[in-house]
């Protein structure tokens, strides 16, 4: 067996060797945790750009390579040959299913599908002209008062009811947000359909007349569900992670997930991105835009491009400009002035050194808005369902979290840099 590897670190006389973790895929990881005990000092990285927070075995990125692996799988064959129920699986239990296991899994999230009608109040509590997402954030985080019988964390069957419950829901949770806002009556799931045109038919059907979901719309759809599943430790999945660590039920975990989603530098973005483009307008005007982006003063940027991880394509990207082109195409859509915008903005910024030295290309939102609108949806529409997609990428890195012996609350340190010590000052000498 090989040697344990070691790095060493020496400061102000100490030396302190710290263990060399060895990943199945990515880059050696430092283990620092004895740092403090062993040295007295604390380690300082604002944004986590080179902390690792956890262990995982869900989901891995080559960012270099423009890589995105879920349980090993790549991506682009899921989004190819898998549809979302069956990712979910996949996320949540580790394997891909046996056409016995996936029936199972999909009947028993048919069932779940419906709110308990007390929470139809809820939606009503709201003024109309509320953000889809604040609605969510409400009402997923009031499910604790609706389920309780699947609050306990201990309880391992308590666990898979509420992550059933949550994927199930969240779509109802999603379309009543929407209907509640433009004012009509909520519908109800139905559970002969797929979980993807349940979602269309709960968003887009009225009681006065039939609704026949397209199946070209559906699978899109359902790809934009698979595509937005799970992402490693982004920033609302850490969030996740850190209100489970405290022992918050599932419900209150996932509501501080959507929270954190909702800001434009994370799931807010695909909202800003189809903003930016319409703003744009024609592709007259994208040097423009293109100068404003690259000026220093101007804290414009564009929105869509760029990632943290990425530093190469977005794998997602790439099969989000497919299915762009396959439903503007389905729906008739020719010459669509902001695909067309898009299209070339794409090709200026990928031309223009500024984008390239710093590593900026294409993320998944950059044509999921173009996609979704085609559809139909409203901008405000576009987080909440980015945050169904990734409900089941929360609750599986819940479940995981959760499953590790290793767990602890998670508590970061800081760099103080405010006053020492000082003698409180009576108000009549300050
Ligand atoms: N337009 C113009 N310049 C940019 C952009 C952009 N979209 N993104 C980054 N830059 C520049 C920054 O100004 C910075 O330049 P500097 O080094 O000269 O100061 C450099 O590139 C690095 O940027 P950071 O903000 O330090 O990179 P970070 O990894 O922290 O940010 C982020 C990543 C937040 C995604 C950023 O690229 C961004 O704001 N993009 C636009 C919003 C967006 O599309 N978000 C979606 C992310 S994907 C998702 O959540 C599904």
């Not at 969240?170 to 909520?186: C, L, V």
Request: charged content about 25%; glycine content about 6%.
């Amino acid at each position: 067996m090989a040697e344990p590897r070691t790095a060493k670190l020496t400061f102000d006389g100490k030396e302190i060797e710290l263990p060399i973790l060895s990943p199945t895929a990515g880059p050696d990881v430092l283990d620092i945790r004895k740092l403090y005990a062993q040295g007295d000092v604390f380690t300082y990285d604002p944004g986590f750009t080179s902390t690792a927070a956890c262990d995982s075995t869900i989901t891995f990125i080559d960012g270099g390579k423009g890589e995105l692996l879920h349980r090993g799988y790549p991506i682009d064959q899921l989004a190819e040959k898998s549809h979302y129920l069956e990712v979910c699986y996949l996320l949540l239990y580790g394997e891909l299913p046996s056409a016995a296991a996936l029936e199972k899994f999909e009947t028993t999230i048919t069932q779940h599908t419906m709110l308990h009608e007390q929470m139809g109040n809820f939606f009503r509590g709201f003024r109309r002209d509320a953000h889809p997402m604040a609605v969510m954030v409400g009402v997923v985080g009031a499910m604790s008062a609706f389920y309780h019988d699947s609050t306990d964390i201990n309880d391992p069957r308590q666990r898979e009811i509420a992550s059933h419950r949550l994927i199930a829901k969240m779509p109802t949770i999603a379309a009543w947000a929407y209907k509640y806002t433009i004012g009509q009556p909520f519908v109800y799931p139905r559970n002969d359909l797929d979980y993807a045109s349940n979602f269309l038919r709960m968003c887009f059907a009225v009681p006065a007349e039939e609704y026949h979901v397209d199946p070209v719309l559906a699978r899109a759809m359902d790809r934009i569900f698979t595509l937005h599943a799970d992402h490693e430790q982004n920033a609302s999945t850490s969030t996740v992670r850190l209100a489970s660590s405290s022992g918050a039920n599932p419900f209150a975990c996932i509501a501080a997930g959507i929270a954190c989603l909702w800001g434009p530098a994370h799931g807010g973005a695909n909202q800003a991105c189809l903003e930016m483009l319409k703003e744009i307008g024609s592709p007259d005007r994208i040097p423009e835009f293109i100068a404003r982006a690259k000026d220093k003063d101007d804290p414009f940027r564009l929105m869509g491009f760029g990632h943290r991880v990425y530093k190469n394509f977005d794998p997602r990207a790439t099969v989000m400009k497919q299915s762009a082109d396959e439903v503007l195409d389905l729906l008739g859509v020719e010459n669509n002035p902001i695909l067309a915008t898009a299209k070339e903005l794409e090709q200026a910024a990928l031309a223009d050194p500024y984008f390239s030295e710093k590593k900026l290309f294409p993320n998944v939102d950059f044509y999921s808005g173009i996609i979704l609108e085609a559809m139909g949806f409203p901008t405000s529409m576009f987080t909440p369902i980015f945050a169904l997609s990734r409900t089941v990428g929360w609750i599986s890195q819940w479940k995981e979290q959760l499953e590790d012996p290793q767990m602890k609350i998670g508590r970061p340190r800081q760099l103080y840099l405010g006053d020492t010590a000082r003698d409180y000052t009576e108000i009549e000498s300050r």
